[in-house]
């Protein structure tokens, strides 16, 4: 029986696991499809243990696979994970260099648009690249290498003689419900929610693809302006598989959009209530849904949904244009309002770092996350990601090209105001001027679920705050300010 090893990339940045380690939901629907096509399947998960490109090596000499695929893949921002290609590419490399007889394989959607890239440059060892959605493409493409009829199959671009080539898509597969995630092939003790209450986390998908246009995303492009979902029966006997076998407590919906479909939505939410499993979901969705869903909030939170994020990203009416979000000031307003009245913590993104950022533009940033009084806010710096809109729109600003830096942290665009250098001031102070504004807050709350869960989540981002970044003598902060906030936090906790 032939056999293939699906690795994540061994690649950290702030941020990213501040809170939780998520399982590599994209490998185990892979590793699933790699079964049902007949062959044995590993995933070794280099990035959730903490492991190197030495043990990546030594697990490929162990295992001996005949094929090693893996992709651009962070956990939950799947859309936006180009940092990891140059890590992921270092993994086919190495690969090659234990058998050079092994089938490399990349997927993803950096990959996906950027494979004549990947392939031009002669020092990646990339045998076939699976471009767009990957399951039935890997099934196709494992069946075909043996009858060496591979150039063949769709969805796949490869190198023939000098030329690059691209094969057609292959079409979205219609029926999710069909497909099985290889759950077992996990160490579940790697993936924790580390914010109090605790315990063990899940990545799931409930829905795949996303129409909306934003200009910074690959989803819409990536799934070809497609939506799919799966049945809310479906959802429920993979939730309760996982409680049930993994003892699963926590649950991160994936998806880029879950609640498109207001009549299924809520059908699912009343079979979650109905069910009563004891559980927490933490999901991502759009502002105008959670207006929509105004009388159904009081359901989100019986369905056991305690935290949503949502994409604020400016308070600039032109920004939200150029970003073509589709939103308001308003609506960013009265969703996090809605939210807080139903008693669900919520969580908002504020992009800082474009091309005519200023000072002054950044002081409104932060003044408007205080304004708007999400729970948690982030700050990911505008990263123009190479096969988005963006890009074009940015290039001429544009003063970083290293892939792994394309991380939503690291300062990749240079205004015209003002240094790039001090685009990671901002950063810092964005986070230090909102959440001591925001501690207070917490700290006065009444005793319950809300206040330990947001003391639990504040102490460990402030704990990663200070281990990634020094703003000491920056005139933001001092370290004896920094220490003090760091004993009023204990203090409490």
Known sequence: MSKILFVTAPYHCWGVQVVGTWPPLHLTYLAGAAIDAGIEARIFDAMNKRLGFDEIRQEIERYQPDYVMT?????????ISTATVPDSLKILNIAKEVNPKITTLLGGPHPSFMYGEIFEDKANQVDYILCGEPEQTLKDLIKAIPEGTAT?????????????????????????????????LLDWDDYQYLVEPYGRMASILTSR?????????????????????????????????????????????????????????????????????????????????????????????????IHVYLGAES????????????????????ALDLLREAEIITEASFM??????????????????????????????????????????????IRVWDYSQYNLVTPIVEPHEMDISEITVA????????????????????????????????????????????FAGSGLIDAETMKRMQAKMASVA
């Open 71 to 79: 992709m651009d893949y962070l956990p939950v921002t799947g859309a």
């Open 152 to 184: 063949k199959v769709a969805g796949i671009a490869f190198v023939d003689g000098e030329a690059v080539k691209a094969n057609k898509r292959h079409h979205h597969i219609v029926k999710l419900d069909d497909l099985k995630p290889a759950w077992h």
């Open 209 to 305: 693809g996303c129409d909306m246009g934003c200009a910074f995303c690959s989803q819409r492009l990536f799934w070809r302006e497609d939506w799919r979902c799966r049945t809310p029966e479906n959802v429920m006997e993979e939730i309760e598989h996982l409680i049930d076998t993994y003892n699963i407590k926590f649950f991160t919906m994936i998806d880029p959009y879950p609640t498109k479909h207001r009549d299924r939505w809520e059908l699912l939410l009343d079979k979650l209530i109905e069910a009563n499993l004891g559980v927490y979901f933490l999901i991502e969705t759009r502002v105008e849904d959670i207006i929509r869903d105004a009388d159904i909030l009081d359901k989100y939170r019986k369905a056991g949904i």
């Open 315 to 334: 308070a600039e009416k032109d920004v939200l244009n150029s970003l073509n979000k589709g939103t308001s000031f308003e609506q960013n307003k009265q």
């Open 352 to 397: 800082i770092g474009f091309p005519h950022e200023t000072w002054e533009t950044v002081q409104n940033t932060i003044d408007s996350a205080i304004y708007l009084n999400p729970d948690i806010a982030v700050f990911p710096v505008i990263t123009p990601m190479p096969f988005t809109p963006l890009f074009k729109e940015m290039y001429d600003r």
């Open 427 to 470: 950063l810092g102070k964005c986070y230090m001027e909102f959440y001591t504004n925001k501690m207070h807050e917490v700290i006065n709350l009444p005793d319950g679920f809300k206040r330990k869960y947001m003391l639990s989540a504040f102490k460990l981002m402030m704990k990663d705050h200070g281990a990634n970044f020094d």
